[in-house]
């Protein structure tokens, strides 16, 4: 298991603990906004979460890096905008408005990743875990680095 103490929490590399980091220029002092799982959360005892990578209506897509396998990942978190709270433990609580569609999007998030883990498709993206924590669910998937077009 790698000293999660010297990885960027920008791209997950091995910086030496610099607060900005000479691979990617992140600075490892800023936060994730209030509502995403705060920088340096660990999940199931295994995997760290690092910067918020993206957010859409489904969710927030943090980079992370997996203790067991010693590799970068991304962590997929069922958050739906408007119908989730972050609370100050880090759990996730839903609406009172919203709890049929918070329950039934969970359960889709759920069945659609465990399929994918189940499915050869070379043309998904593979995911190797799932699993529900904190109120809500996660999805796990190895970092695949690419350039934006």
């Known amino acids: 298991m790698i000293n999660t103490d010297g990885l960027c929490l920008g791209c997950m590399s091995d910086n030496g603990g610099e607060n900005?980091?000479?691979?990617?220029?992140?600075?490892?002092?800023?936060?994730?906004?209030?509502?995403?799982?705060?920088v340096k959360t660990l999940l199931e005892n295994r995997y760290f979460i690092g910067k918020t990578l993206?957010?859409?209506?489904e969710g927030i897509t943090y980079i992370g890096w997996d203790n067991s396998k010693n590799c970068k990942i991304t962590i997929k978190e069922?958050?739906?905008k408007g119908f989730a709270n972050r609370n100050p433990d880090k759990t996730v609580s839903m609406s009172q408005n919203g709890k049929y569609t918070f329950n039934e999007g969970l359960l889709e998030f759920l069945d659609i990743n465990r399929?994918?883990?189940?499915?050869?498709?070379?043309?998904?993206?593979?995911?190797?875990?799932?699993f529900?924590?904190?109120?809500?669910?996660?999805?796990v998937c190895?970092?695949?680095?690419?350039?934006t077009l």
Do not use: H, K, R, V
């Open 20 to 38: 900005i980091c000479p691979i990617c220029g992140f600075d490892n002092t800023s936060q994730n906004p209030s509502y995403a799982l705060p």
């Open 54 to 57: 993206s957010e859409d209506g």
């Open 78 to 80: 069922y958050f739906p």
């Open 115 to 130: 399929a994918i883990i189940l499915s050869t498709l070379p043309s998904l993206m593979p995911i190797y875990d799932t």
């Open 132 to 139: 529900e924590a904190n109120g809500t669910a996660y999805a």
């Open 142 to 147: 190895e970092l695949i680095s690419g350039i």
